[in-house]
């Protein structure tokens, strides 16, 4: 039972007092990932058309 509190201990310490500074920026890594999707969406707004194009122009040929 003592190693096992001593474990959870030093997990809450280590969570506490990172040694890397640089480690766990989340709020960095969200906005990373906002701005990727609203990139993303942004071009799919703006070649939705040319994919529809193309997908149904493929598809007319395969169909006999």
């Known amino acids: 039972m003592a190693g096992w509190c001593f474990r959870l201990v030093r997990q809450f310490q280590a ?5 890397d500074p640089e480690r ?3 709020p960095g890594w969200v906005m990373i990932t906002l701005m990727s999707a609203i990139l993303v969406a942004g ?3 703006l070649v939705q058309p040319a994919l529809e194009r193309l997908f149904e122009s493929a598809i007319e040929q395969v169909q006999p």
């Open 43 to 45: 071009l799919l707004l």
């Open 15 to 19: 969570a506490a007092h990172p040694r």
């Open 24 to 26: 766990g920026d989340v």
